[in-house]
Structure formats: structure tokens, C-alpha cells
């Protein structure tokens, strides 16, 4: 499923290629996503030009003068800057085309994204209620501390909860928790404020190197120029259960915590 990283990677592989392009047609060959597609979104995007492209959690918003596409890959979903004389293949269910011949063509073979129209997205009933961006400067370990006071669930859980701090996936959770040297099971209301700046830090820098590698490609992403994420390569404890710790050598474990498969070293997270 595309997280964090791979949603920033999309933003700022399309931005050059639509950024002050003028829309000229919006071609929707499926309208059952997660949500059906709203049928006003041809009026609203042709003819107009797009101002910018930005990612708000795991949406990126199309941004227009009167009003933002906003756009979610689902579990599945991506984006690609195409040639408008491409063929379509199965699965891609819509195309925003402009005037200089090219496309942005999305793709979803399991139709669970998204292509939303509002005036004002920030206030959109999906974004309303989000919590800190993990890359602001709002989001520090003093927000993360007072956050977890009353809260008993794991820290796993509680740094995966998108109305506390948005896109951090199982993936980079569990990287996070194990660079911070915390284990994911510990309850979030007795960690130190200390731990939690240490947490935080930890979340950005493993956000911040997905980026910067294309994201984590497991099994049906790919960047907007269809090719593949390689952050996987540097995952330390996701998906290594019994394989030697890189620190320690004792061998990683796997829990499922909240549903969700869980990695951590029993010696380096405490």
C-alpha cells in the first residue's frame, strides 16, 4: 500500500510535468473507486490550469484557483505522466490530459483510491480530522508526549494513528521503533519524554531516506515514471522475522500488534 513516502514521491515526480498546465480533457473509464467519482469533476478541472500539487497525509491535491482534485492511491493506486496516443490498459480508470499532449493516467487494480473534487480540501470530511504532518516542525517529541498522556494502547498503534500524526505505515513504524531503540509493545502513556524526542526524530529521518531512496515498493508500487521504489533494500526489522538483528545478531522477531504484522529486535527495543 502506497504510505507516506511514496505519496510525497508521486507529488514531487508529477509537480514539473502539470504545474501550469492547462487541462484540456478529464477521460474516466471507471467511476467506481472507494468512492464514486463525482460526476461535476469534468466542469471543474477543464479549461483550468493547474497552481500546484501538494500532499496533505497519504492525498495529494490538485490545486486549481477555485478549488483542489484531490486524489488518494488507495491501496494500489499510481500515477504516471504518459503520451496521450499510450493505450489504455485494464485497471486505468481515469486520465487528466492537457493541452501539450500528455497525461496523468491513473492506475488501480483494486479500485480502492480515489478522484474528489472540493473549494476548500483542507476542510474535506477525509482531511478535517488529521493530525501533525511528520515532517513539520509542529511535530516534536514534547506534541508526541503530551498526545500519549492518557493513552494505553501500544506506541505502535499510537504512532500509527492518523488523527495523531499521519502517515507513518506499518513499514515505517516499525523501522522507526527499532531506530529509537523502543519496543513496539510498550504502552505510549510510559514512555519518557526523552524516548519521544528520540522517537521523533527517528520517524523523520526513516520518512526522510524513503523519500529521498523512491519509496518502498513490496508489491504494486511504482514512481511516476513507472519505475520501482527501492527502500525496501534498507528495511532493517520489516519483514525479517528470525534473521539476525544488524546490530546484535539475536534474531528479529514478529508480533502482530493492532492486526498488523509487527517487527522488532527483543535485545535493541526496550
Known amino acids: 500500500m502506497p504510505e507516506l513516502p511514496e505519496v510525497e514521491t508521486t507529488k514531487i515526480g508529477i509537480t514539473p ?12 473509464r471507471e467511476k467506481r473507486l472507494r468512492y464514486k467519482i463525482p460526476g461535476n469533476i469534468k466542469k471543474q478541472l477543464i479549461n483550468k490550469r493547474i497552481i ?5 497525509a497519504k492525498y495529494l491535491l490538485i490545486n486549481f484557483s477555485h478549488g483542489s482534485a484531490i486524489i488518494h492511491l488507495g491501496m494500489s493506486g499510481s500515477l504516471r505522466i504518459i503520451k496521450t496516443n499510450e493505450p489504455a490498459r485494464k485497471h486505468d480508470h481515469f486520465d487528466i490530459v492537457f493541452i501539450d499532449d500528455t497525461a ?5 487494480p483494486r479500485r480502492f483510491g480515489a478522484f474528489l473534487w472540493s473549494e476548500n480540501p483542507l476542510s474535506h470530511r477525509l482531511l478535517i480530522k ?12 514534547e506534541y508526541l508526549w503530551k498526545e500519549a498522556k492518557n493513552r494505553r494502547i501500544t506506541i505502535k498503534q499510537f504512532i500509527m494513528n492518523a488523527n495523531i500524526v499521519v502517515g507513518v505505515g506499518n513499514i515505517y513504524a ?5 531506530l529509537a531503540g523502543i519496543n513496539p509493545n510498550r504502552k505510549a502513556n510510559r514512555i519518557s519524554k526523552k524516548r519521544m524526542e528520540g522517537l521523533v526524530q527517528a520517524i523523520k529521518l526513516i520518512l526522510n531516506d524513503a523519500i529521498k531512496a523512491g519509496g518502498t515498493t513490496l508489491q504494486d508500487f511504482y514512481m511516476s515514471d513507472g519505475s ?9 526489522v520489516y519483514g525479517r522475522e528470525k ?4 546490530s546484535c545478531k539475536f534474531p528479529i522477531s514478529m508480533k502482530v500488534i493492532g492486526q498488523r504484522s509487527t517487527f522488532y529486535c527483543k535485545k535493541c527495543q526496550s
Open 17 to 28: 510535468w502539470v504545474v501550469n498546465k492547462e487541462i484540456t480533457d478529464v477521460i474516466i
Open 52 to 56: 500546484s500539487v501538494k500532499r496533505r
Open 104 to 108: 496523468l493516467r491513473y492506475r488501480d
Open 130 to 141: 488529521l493530525g501533525q504532518e511528520p515532517l513539520q516542525e509542529k511535530f516534536t517529541g
Open 174 to 178: 516499525s523501522e522507526s521503533l527499532f
Open 228 to 236: 520501482a521504489g527501492y527502500f525496501k533494500q534498507k528495511l532493517k
Open 243 to 246: 534473521h539476525p538483528c544488524v
